[in-house]
């Protein structure tokens, strides 16, 4: 058996991607959000799994995550859900997030010789982490949305003795720039087409 899950919120104005207000609006930053986690959910049921989860803070799920198992977030920091989720899991688990709508299926495998993957960001995140075997207190206590919230989840590893794979270096969305790049690298994807008819909106008005 194995898990693959995106972790995900819902796509409200003013719940996600607020740092993209200004130049857009924040009906516009929910639309964009939108787009980038249906893409990475797209990208997701092309990746072989037994199990696939949406790790989910809201009440509404999207319409693209139709047939995944949708398991609410618990209350806490983000490292306290992410250990959460990796305690309830017993198989080999790997975690995406929703800020990487260019992700492609082969960006993401299992662990093979290692004990865990790791995809680095280039803001000095990650946008993903998978284990072989689950253990939630390799990520508590992890400080999280900083720049150097990838070394210290690469050192919490190895202090557990455990050998990583690396997987490839993706560029996530926070800022308008960062957008604009991912659009440019990903025109094809739902999230471009989304950033391309807010900017035109913004154009003219």
């Known amino acids: 058996m194995t898990a693959i899950v995106v972790i995900a919120k819902e796509c409200l ?39 696939r989860i949406l790790f989910f803070d809201g009440d509404m799920p ?51 010789s290692g004990d865990v993957v790791f995809g680095p960001a280039l803001d000095g995140g990650y946008w993903a982490i998978g284990m072989r075997e689950p253990r939630g207190d390799l990520i508590l ?3 999280m949305s900083r720049a150097e919230t990838g070394a210290h989840q690469l050192a919490a590893i190895a202090r557990a003795g455990l050998c990583v794979e690396l997987l490839p270096v993706l560029h996530d969305v926070d800022e308008i720039a960062d957008a604009e790049s991912v659009a440019a690298l990903a025109p094809h994807t739902r999230f471009a087409r989304a950033l391309a008819a807010a900017s035109s909106e913004g154009d003219a008005a």
């Open 13 to 51: 104005p003013g719940r996600v991607k607020t740092r993209l207000h200004p130049p857009l609006s924040l009906e516009q930053a929910a639309e964009l959000a939108a787009a980038s986690l249906d893409d990475t959910i797209e990208a997701v049921r092309s990746i072989p799994a037994d199990r």
């Open 62 to 112: 999207p319409a693209s995550a139709d047939g995944f198992e949708i398991m609410p977030q618990p209350a806490g920091t983000l490292d306290e859900r992410l250990a959460a989720l990796f305690d309830a899991l017993d198989e080999p688990t790997v975690l995406v997030g929703m800020d990487t709508p260019q992700l492609r299926p082969g960006d993401v495998r299992w662990p093979d």
């Open 141 to 143: 206590g992890v400080p």
